[in-house]
């Protein structure tokens, strides 16, 4: 292979361990400039904090006594149960290539609606549910639970949830009327837990957990991220916020968020919270734990008697599928984190970004591959179609690079007599190298052009295949189960269960490698043979680098290494990249 090709490899793979290393792990994206915004009011710090007392204080009424009760919802997407106490989720598992259960009692899942007044304690409101099962599907498409119940200060709380049985979201609305004989107000909280640290005696959790807390200011472009902390103060007026969540043993996924809890308020009065950290009693052996919330606030001004208030907002309880997201209009599919590369100040003024967005390489690759999927529903043949398509665009590219690693070949014995000739002046021995090629119009860089312009397709792959949850457990060839006594695999699935995770039985690297390494054989030698020779060992250091990347990156790399192959000797064969060299021989 060219030294310079090998040296353009190099580059790809030392760009793509540093953005791997220093972007896509990245735990907070940095702030966007400010922009102008409405003022509307701060979120509130915590759940603690009360409105302003009521002209009067409101006298407690005895609520009626509510039995708990359950109502179970089941669709094609999931399956949820809903406690009359509060209407907390108390159970939402999503089917998407699995069950992955979003809910784990007392550590992770809804808080309910709950009722914070001057002069009372905050507790859950007690409902009556107005069914306790939704079956929904092809005959019925849509379905919806009301939940009424008093808050024991003349308060009487409508709770509706409507939900599709084709659609993560549920859309929701709140109805608080006052029936005391006094002016008074409250603040309405549905909010989203999760521990800071996740408890050691739930390790073995099978649904997501959260990752980072992100929310959409209005009007902004770039979403706010931060990992669990105990400081939480995101500015400005939220669009949604949420809770950003993987399965800890996604494999090559590693801190890319799959899984979505989100809140969107539809209505004034509704706003974002994203509540600072507390301490709340552990639900295992490990004490206190501290707990993040994220979720709406309802503020709810000064009612007369009999007046009300109603307002609406959707959460959103599923994978990231950024179709899914983006259809829902409100800028959800922000959520998909796909990394970026730094910007000089400058520009991220003139462009309010503080990073050049990935995004805007990766999904259009995602979206071409996402066609193909629809053709042809596996993603490991989209990945192959792919990588032919992009080998015809770049296939010019290629018959130039060729012709002019001839062209070097054959002008090789001159740079020869050169390196001889002025062996003690290594910088006229550049010039006159330059002259000849100038001379011959031979472009040095003309062989890395291939390498080169297949980066950015390379990049947004990676991008793709790390942080997209339609690839995740996306298969391509599949046997099952390992054997027994395999020890390095460890029953894991044989051969290419998962595009997004890596290839375990090295199958798929090493015939990467063996590729790689007849291509390199095959490229014309040029510069000192004992370099060329050195050069070989590059198989083997691509090899085990590619051991632990997502196995359809590995696909794409391989196919492109076979067909590169095809195409050289089909070039071989049919004479064409012989004509340049020759003409360069003439005019020298």
Same mark, same amino acid.
């Given at each position: 292979?060219?030294?310079?090709?090998?040296?353009?490899?190099?580059?790809?793979?030392?760009?793509?361990?540093?953005?791997?290393?220093?972007?896509?792990?990245?735990?907070?994206?940095?702030?966007?400039?400010?922009?102008?915004?409405?003022?509307?009011?701060?979120?509130?710090?915590?759940?603690?904090?009360?409105?302003?007392?009521?002209?009067?204080?409101?006298?407690?009424?005895?609520?009626?006594?509510?039995?708990?009760?359950?109502?179970? #919802?089941?669709?094609?997407?999931?399956?949820?149960?809903? !406690?009359?106490?509060?209407?907390?989720?108390?159970?939402?598992?999503?089917?998407?290539?699995?069950?992955?259960?979003?809910?784990?009692?007392?550590?992770?899942?809804?808080?309910?609606?709950? %009722?914070?007044?001057?002069?009372?304690?905050?507790?859950?409101?007690?409902?009556?549910?107005?069914?306790?099962?939704?079956?929904?599907?092809?005959?019925?498409?849509?379905?919806?639970?009301?939940?009424?119940?008093?808050?024991?200060?003349?308060?009487?709380?409508?709770?509706?949830?409507?939900?599709?049985?084709?659609?993560?979201?549920?859309?929701?609305?709140?109805? #608080?009327?006052?029936?005391?004989?006094?002016?008074?107000?409250?603040?309405?909280?549905?909010?989203?837990?999760?521990?800071?640290?996740?408890?050691?005696?739930?390790?073995?959790?099978?649904?997501?957990?959260?990752?980072?807390?992100?929310?959409?200011?209005?009007?902004?472009?770039?979403?706010?991220? !931060?990992?669990?902390?105990?400081?939480?103060?995101?500015?400005?007026?939220?669009?949604?916020?949420?809770?950003?969540?993987?399965?800890?043993?996604?494999?090559?996924?590693?801190?890319?968020?799959?899984?979505?809890?989100?809140? %969107?308020?539809?209505?004034?009065?509704?706003?974002?919270?994203?509540?600072?950290?507390?301490?709340?009693?552990?639900?295992?052996?490990?004490?206190?734990?501290?707990?993040?919330?994220?979720?709406?606030?309802?503020?709810?001004?000064?009612?007369?008697?009999?007046?009300?208030?109603?307002?609406?907002?959707?959460?959103?309880?599923?994978?990231?599928?950024?179709?899914?997201?983006?259809?829902?209009?409100?800028?959800?599919? *922000?959520?998909?984190?796909?990394?970026?590369?730094?910007?000089?100040?400058?520009?991220?003024?003139?462009?309010?970004?503080?990073?050049?967005?990935?995004?805007?390489?990766?999904?259009?690759?995602?979206?071409?591959?996402?066609?193909?999927?629809?053709?042809?529903?596996?993603?490991?043949?989209?990945?192959?179609?792919?990588?032919?398509?992009?080998?015809?665009?770049?296939?010019?590219?290629?018959?130039?690079?060729?012709?002019?690693?001839?062209?070097?070949?054959?002008?090789?014995?001159?740079?020869?007599?050169?390196? !001889?000739?002025?062996?003690?002046?290594?910088?006229?021995?550049?010039?006159?190298?330059?002259?000849?090629?100038?001379?011959?119009?031979?472009?040095?860089?003309?062989?890395?052009?291939?390498?080169?312009?297949?980066?950015?397709?390379?990049?947004?792959?990676?991008?793709?295949?790390?942080?997209?949850?339609?690839?995740?457990?996306?298969?391509?060839?599949?046997?099952?189960?390992?054997?027994?006594?395999?020890?390095?695999?460890?029953?894991?699935?044989?051969?290419?269960?998962?595009?997004?995770?890596?290839?375990?039985?090295?199958?798929?690297?090493?015939?990467?490698?063996?590729?790689?390494?007849?291509?390199?054989?095959?490229?014309?030698?040029?510069?000192?043979?004992?370099?060329?020779?050195?050069?070989?060992?590059?198989? %083997?250091?691509?090899?085990?680098?590619?051991?632990?990347?997502?196995?359809?990156?590995?696909?794409?790399?391989?196919? !492109?290494? #076979?067909?590169?192959?095809?195409?050289?000797?089909?070039?071989?064969?049919?004479?064409?990249?012989?004509?340049?060299?020759?003409?360069?021989?003439? *005019?020298?």
């Amino acid at each position: 292979m060219e030294k310079r090709a090998i040296i353009a490899a190099l580059l790809m793979a030392g760009l793509l361990i540093a953005y791997q290393t220093f972007f896509m792990q990245s735990t907070e994206t940095p702030p966007q400039p400010p922009k102008a915004e409405s003022p509307g009011p701060k979120p509130a710090a915590a759940p603690t904090a009360t409105p302003a007392p009521s002209p009067a204080a409101a006298a407690p009424l005895a609520a009626p006594s509510v039995p708990d009760r359950t109502a179970t #919802v089941e669709t094609p997407f999931y399956r949820a149960e809903i !406690s009359s106490r509060g209407g907390a989720i108390t159970v939402w598992d999503v089917h998407f290539r699995g069950d992955r259960p979003m809910v784990l009692d007392g550590v992770l899942g809804s808080a309910g609606i709950r %009722v914070v007044a001057a002069g009372r304690n905050e507790q859950p409101v007690q409902f009556r549910l107005s069914t306790e099962s939704l079956n929904l599907g092809a005959q019925t498409p849509a379905g919806e639970l009301i939940l009424v119940g008093e808050d024991g200060f003349g308060r009487r709380i409508t709770y509706s949830l409507r939900f599709r049985a084709d659609s993560y979201v549920i859309e929701q609305a709140l109805r #608080v009327e006052n029936r005391q004989n006094l002016q008074q107000g409250a603040e309405i909280w549905t909010t989203w837990a999760g521990p800071v640290e996740w408890p050691k005696d739930h390790d073995a959790f099978p649904g997501p957990r959260p990752l980072h807390v992100v929310q959409l200011n209005q009007g902004a472009f770039w979403p706010y991220r !931060s990992a669990l902390s105990d400081d939480l103060n995101f500015p400005g007026v939220g669009a949604w916020v949420g809770f950003e969540s993987s399965i800890s043993h996604a494999g090559s996924l590693g801190q890319a968020g799959t899984y979505l809890v989100a809140f %969107v308020p539809k209505s004034p009065g509704l706003r974002t919270v994203e509540a600072k950290t507390t301490q709340t009693p552990g639900a295992g052996k490990n004490g206190p734990s501290k707990r993040v919330e994220v979720g709406l606030v309802a503020s709810i001004p000064a009612l007369a008697p009999r007046q009300a208030w109603e307002g609406q907002f959707l959460s959103y309880i599923g994978p990231m599928e950024f179709e899914r997201l983006k259809a829902l209009g409100v800028g959800l599919e *922000k959520s998909i984190y796909f990394g970026g590369f730094p910007i000089p100040e400058s520009k991220a003024r003139d462009w309010g970004l503080p990073t050049f967005p990935m995004e805007w390489i990766a999904v259009p690759v995602f979206w071409l591959l996402h066609w193909f999927y629809r053709m042809v529903p596996n993603y490991g043949v989209a990945i192959i179609l792919l990588t032919i398509i992009t080998k015809l665009i770049f296939f010019p590219l290629t018959v130039k690079s060729m012709r002019s690693m001839k062209a070097m070949q054959a002008l090789q014995p001159q740079i020869n007599a050169l390196r !001889s000739k002025y062996k003690s002046d290594p910088q006229r021995v550049q010039r006159e190298t330059m002259e000849l090629y100038r001379a011959n119009h031979v472009n040095p860089l003309g062989g890395c052009l291939p390498m080169v312009v297949q980066i950015p397709v390379f990049y947004a792959l990676y991008v793709a295949l790390s942080v997209w949850v339609d690839v995740q457990n996306a298969p391509f060839i599949c046997f099952g189960k390992a054997w027994s006594w395999l020890p390095w695999l460890g029953g894991r699935d044989v051969w290419i269960c998962d595009l997004a995770d890596a290839d375990h039985t090295y199958i798929l690297p090493i015939l990467m490698g063996v590729s790689m390494l007849i291509q390199q054989k095959m490229t014309p030698t040029m510069g000192d043979p004992r370099q060329a020779k050195m050069m070989l060992i590059m198989p %083997v250091v691509f090899t085990f680098m590619f051991l632990s990347l997502p196995s359809g990156l590995v696909l794409y790399w391989t196919l !492109s290494n #076979v067909l590169q192959i095809g195409q050289q000797l089909y070039m071989e064969r049919s004479g064409m990249p012989a004509k340049p060299a020759a003409r360069a021989m003439k *005019k020298a």
